[in-house]
C-alpha cells in the first residue's frame, strides 16, 4: 500500500465501500424479510376465489411464503405441523405460495397439513420477496411481532413459548 499513489489509493477505498454497498444490499434483498402490508395482499384460495386478510383479524397468524420445492420450507411446515394441535393449537396457519393453483393444491392434498393454503398470481418478487421460506407472525391485535427469513426452529420449546407470548 506504501507504493501506492493518492489516486491509487481514493480508486481502492471507492472500490472497497461500493462492494460493502453492494454486500450490504445484498445482504438485505436476501436475507432480510421484507415489510408487507399483509391486510392490502391479493391472495385467492385453491378455487381461485379472492381471500381477504380482514377475514383473520382478531386472530393469532403464522403467515409462511413457500413453494413446494423448497427443502427449507417443507423443513419448516414440517415441524409447523407437528405443534399445530398442541403448542399452537390457537394459531391459524397461512401458507402463502406464488406456484400455480394445481401446484397449491397437489401439495396441500399430499401434505394435508391443518393450514390455510393461499396463492399469489404474481412472483413473490413483486412484493420483494426473493428468498423463501420467510414467515410473519402475527398478534390477535393485528401487529407484526415476528418476521424471519428462512427456516424458524419450531422444535425450540422456548422460541414457541416466546412467540406465543408476544401474540
Same mark, same amino acid.
Given at each position: 500500500?506504501?507504493?501506492?499513489?493518492?489516486?491509487?489509493?481514493?480508486?481502492?477505498?471507492?472500490?472497497?465501500?461500493?462492494?460493502?454497498? *453492494?454486500?450490504?444490499?445484498?445482504?438485505?434483498?436476501?436475507?432480510?424479510?421484507?415489510?408487507?402490508?399483509?391486510?392490502?395482499?391479493?391472495?385467492?384460495?385453491?378455487?381461485?376465489?379472492?381471500?381477504?386478510?380482514?377475514?383473520?383479524?382478531?386472530? !393469532?397468524?403464522?403467515?409462511?411464503?413457500?413453494?413446494?420445492?423448497?427443502?427449507?420450507?417443507?423443513?419448516?411446515?414440517?415441524?409447523?405441523?407437528?405443534?399445530?394441535?398442541?403448542?399452537?393449537?390457537? %394459531? &391459524? %396457519?397461512?401458507?402463502?405460495?406464488?406456484?400455480?393453483? &394445481?401446484?397449491?393444491?397437489?401439495?396441500?392434498?399430499?401434505?394435508?397439513?391443518?393450514?390455510?393454503?393461499?396463492?399469489? !398470481?404474481?412472483?413473490?418478487?413483486?412484493?420483494?420477496?426473493?428468498? *423463501?421460506? %420467510?414467515?410473519?407472525?402475527?398478534?390477535?391485535?393485528?401487529?407484526?411481532?415476528?418476521?424471519?427469513?428462512?427456516?424458524?426452529?419450531?422444535?425450540?420449546?422456548?422460541?414457541?413459548?416466546?412467540? !406465543?407470548?408476544?401474540?
Amino acid at each position: 500500500m506504501n507504493n501506492m499513489n493518492s489516486s491509487q489509493k481514493v480508486i481502492l477505498f471507492l472500490c472497497i465501500v461500493v462492494a460493502g454497498l *453492494i454486500a450490504l444490499y445484498e445482504y438485505k434483498k436476501y436475507r432480510v424479510a421484507p415489510t408487507i402490508d399483509l391486510f392490502k395482499q391479493e391472495l385467492y384460495n385453491e378455487n381461485n376465489e379472492a381471500v381477504y386478510f380482514e377475514l383473520y383479524k382478531g386472530k !393469532k397468524l403464522i403467515v409462511c411464503y413457500y413453494a413446494s420445492w423448497c427443502g427449507e420450507c417443507l423443513k419448516e411446515m414440517e415441524m409447523l405441523n407437528k405443534i399445530k394441535t398442541t403448542a399452537l393449537n390457537d %394459531v &391459524d %396457519v397461512i401458507a402463502i405460495t406464488d406456484e400455480e393453483v &394445481d401446484k397449491l393444491i397437489r401439495f396441500k392434498n399430499k401434505k394435508n397439513y391443518p393450514f390455510t393454503f393461499l396463492r399469489m !398470481k404474481d412472483p413473490f418478487s413483486k412484493i420483494n420477496i426473493y428468498t *423463501i421460506p %420467510v414467515t410473519y407472525i402475527i398478534s390477535r391485535k393485528g401487529e407484526l411481532v415476528y418476521e424471519k427469513t428462512g427456516a424458524i426452529n419450531w422444535k425450540d420449546a422456548s422460541f414457541v413459548a416466546h412467540v !406465543k407470548s408476544l401474540m
